[in-house]
């Protein structure tokens, strides 16, 4: 299994640090409501040669999404949360695995020690402040967490790790600086002070936190239950908490988000439930669907 300890000094460079700093002094919130706009934009000419000039940046292999080609796309938005064709990520064929949520690279992964969670050498976050509940957090203390990151190219909806029933969420208001790895080594408790959503569901295994965490330029948060979360974006100091009106039960690979724009998807476990794959490390890339875990022991019903 794959653990992580905390290093008394930090690997981020001097121009982590100026990256960070400028970030501090940025209208953050209204830079990534201005993107989002922006992104909605449906004016042909402008949004083709929008999607275009950003394919030529990124290595976006459009042959595996439903739509294929550049027009037939609304906007930005509509292509940045494309949807994949039937069966290009399919889930694992044993039912006892934690599969990836999304396509993107692991930030971190590991133990849960002493209720805090690693971010990188010489920065770890409580989980409390992470999901913006003290008593929460209890649930998850010695147990398992993952931070995927999504980079820009990535597929960007957010598809259930393990099947289970939504018990609760919440909306956290925060800042929204980047979460690209060079920000993750030089700002402190960076997961824990960005915007995010929190939700909890109910598996076989106990409780699971799915966190999206939004991030400068991350115009919108949206979930299959509740629809579009972000913009506005909230400078409101005090979490907003949700039960569904409904019963929402997801099955493993289900569609339960999208972001517009990148960030990233932190996992939590609890105590005794996962064993990572002992292949994966921090730095690795991932695929939706991709085995993350087994899961070693279930819930007394």
Known sequence: MTTTTTAPASDAS???????????????????????????????????????AFMRGYPIDLSEAERETVEEYRHFNDFFTRALKRGARPMPSDPNLLASPVDGRISQLGAIRDGRIFQAKGHDYTAAELLADAELAKA??????????????????????????????????????????????????????????????????????????????????????????TPPHSRAATPFHHQPDATVALARGDEMGRFHMGSTVVLLAPRGALDWQANLAAGDALRLGQPLAQVLQYAVA
């Open 14 to 52: 001097l121009g982590d640090h100026l990256f960070a700093a400028v970030q501090r002094c940025l209208p953050t919130r209204a830079l990534s409501a201005l993107m989002y706009r922006i992104a909605e934009i449906d004016s042909p000419g402008f949004k083709n040669g929008f999607i275009k």
């Open 140 to 229: 998850f203390d010695g147990g398992s967490f993952a931070t995927i990151y999504l980079a820009p190219h990535n597929y960007h909806r957010v598809h259930i790790p393990f099947g289970g029933k939504l018990r609760s969420w919440t909306y956290v208001p925060g800042r929204l600086f980047s979460v690209n790895p060079a920000t993750a080594r030089a700002m402190p408790r960076l997961f824990s002070r960005n915007e995010r959503m929190v939700a909890i569901f109910d598996t076989a295994f106990g409780p699971m936190a799915v966190v999206m965490v939004g991030a400068l330029f991350v115009g919108g948060v949206e979930t299959v239950w509740g629809g579009r979360l």
